[in-house]
């Protein structure tokens, strides 16, 4: 008998149709389905087993008629009922952010969990048992049925429409009036290239930061918060290189590239090549890393323990300060970050005058908290060099102690008062708290596994505790990279 799509409870009883031992198709086919049903979806607005790379979400809700204008509606994701959901976040958090869903549904038959994406962040908005969602079921019903995915959708399809013909207007008038250059805000010379063309190069220029991640004080977790972060990016769409000037070479190992084997045997070029040869040109010396499950790409410039030998040759260049800074003038990345030692010395000053921003982790800890002095003073003697200026994007906070919480607040406080006291400091914001990154073990086994956290998930090796904190470290490592981009 056919389910009637009404948010009555007692249309329901399907859910009591799975015992602890069912298995996952069986709370697929008993409960996943006629609940869809219940909710008012045709079999034509849904798709189970949808690939995602090389894993499967089980069920993607995208009404056919909305298909090419919104994201889809709903992501479920099923697991059998003797799983514990709150072991599985992670996973449905990766399909709803690869889909741009805006709403999930994690289930075991027996325990609910919903879902929201609010901008990058996917946020839990409820768990019910069973008992729960008989007792809400008028909220349950009304957020998911179908009537308010077709009116999100038609609200949605309808802005899209307003900002198509205003931009078509704006065109329109630009090409009337021969004024283009005022339609992107930038004085650009009109040439005979293609609108396109135009509008990517200034689209680019208007967005691209060469970011030097700096902190004097060793083992902030510098190296590792420039990987992850230029990662998230990445996975916002961004391209982005890095750009490894520490001998140490700890980025380019840390990224799984061995700069002897990879780069020397493998008879390719690293940072020394580019910064001491004026022929070798920016994409000589571009590796580009790739993982695949994850549809992740970051190019890299390697660095190699000889850089530390050079700081003499360096220095004899003819306007050694700035040899960076030419080889980067045409790129055509959104983000290159530059990771240099913390020692401060030649390698450096060739990064800060490449650069145009600073970008200062730190830890809340007293030491680090210090040496925010001498960086804010370098940053500011640098910049007087500089044709452009090099403002201090913020501080971000790496490797706090998430069971201290006085402790970090009065570290907060010191940190702030130090930059109070400093010149330049009191216009330096601090990041959000929603950006702090915590200390993790999962964050400190990337480095060796060659990967940024953001593999993690599809890591076989991972236990499901493990799991879960790479996906908090995840989320703060997106948020940051949300924060940057909207500060920028
Ligand atoms: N959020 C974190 N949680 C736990 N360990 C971390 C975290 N960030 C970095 N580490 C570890 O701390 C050490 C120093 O980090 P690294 O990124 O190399 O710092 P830096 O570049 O400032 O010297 C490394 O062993 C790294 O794995
Ligand atoms: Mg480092």
């Not at 450096?348 to 200062?360: F, P």
């Not at 702030?416 to 400190?444: C, H, M, Y």
Request: with cysteine.
């Amino acid at each position: 008998m056919p389910i009637s799509p009404s948010d009555d409870s007692s249309n329901l009883k399907f859910l009591k149709s799975i015992t602890p031992e069912s298995s996952e198709a069986e709370v697929e086919h008993k409960i996943i389905v006629p609940l869809l049903q219940w909710l008012g979806y045709d079999s034509e607005d849904w798709r189970s087993q949808v690939s995602i790379g090389s894993s499967k979400l089980d069920f993607l809700i995208y009404p056919e008629e909305f298909k090419l204008h919104c994201p889809p509606f709903l992501v479920i994701e099923v697991k059998a009922p003797g799983k514990p959901i709150n072991q599985n976040g992670w996973q449905i958090n990766r399909y709803m952010r690869k889909v741009g869903a805006m709403l999930g549904l994690l289930t075991n038959g027996s325990s609910f969990q919903l879902l929201c994406r609010h901008q990058d962040r996917i946020v839990v908005i409820a768990n019910y048992s069973v008992r729960e969602l008989v007792e809400n079921v008028k909220l349950f019903h009304h957020l998911l049925c179908k009537t308010t995915c077709l009116k999100v959708c038609n609200v949605i399809l309808n802005n899209q429409q307003r900002i198509n013909q205003k931009f078509l207007m704006r065109v329109a008038e630009a090409f009337g009036s021969q004024s283009i250059p005022a339609l992107f805000e930038e004085q650009l010379e009109l040439s005979p290239q293609p609108l396109q063309k135009q509008f990517n190069l200034v689209q680019r220029r208007s967005k691209s930061m060469i970011i030097t991640v700096f902190n004097n004080k060793g083992g902030v977790g510098k190296t590792t918060l420039t990987i992850n972060l230029a990662a998230s990016l990445a996975q916002l769409g961004k391209r982005v290189l890095l750009i490894d000037i520490d001998a140490q070479a700890n980025l380019s190992t840390g990224l799984g590239i061995d700069p002897l084997n990879d780069v020397e045997l493998a008879r390719k070029k690293d940072i020394t090549h580019l910064l001491i040869d004026p022929r070798v040109k920016l994409e000589d010396v571009i590796y580009a890393k790739r993982w695949s499950r994850n549809d992740l790409q970051l190019d890299v410039i390697p660095s190699h323990i000889r850089l530390s030998r050079m700081e003499n040759d360096l220095t004899q260049m003819v306007d050694s300060d700035r040899v960076l800074a030419k080889k980067l003038r045409n790129h055509d990345y959104d983000f290159v970050f530059i990771d240099p030692p913390p020692s401060f010395g030649k390698v450096n000053r060739i990064s800060l005058m490449a650069s145009n921003g600073i970008l200062v982790p730190t830890q809340l800890s007293s030491y680090p908290i210090r040496a925010l002095e001498y960086v804010l003073a370098q940053a500011q003697e640098i910049g007087a060099y500089k044709d452009d200026p090099l403002p201090i994007l913020g501080v971000a906070i790496s490797m706090y102690d998430q069971r201290s919480n006085s402790f970090n607040l009065s570290m907060l406080e010191k940190l702030k008062d130090i930059l109070e006291k400093t010149a330049g400091g009191s216009q330096v914001n601090i990041f959000p708290e929603q950006t702090w990154i915590p200390r993790l073990n999962i964050v400190s086994q990337c480095p060796e596994k060659g990967y940024p956290i953001q593999e993690a998930e599809f890591d076989d090796h991972l236990s499901s505790q493990e799991r879960e904190a790479a996906q908090k470290a995840l989320e703060r490592y997106d948020n940051l990279a949300s924060h940057l981009v909207g500060s920028i």
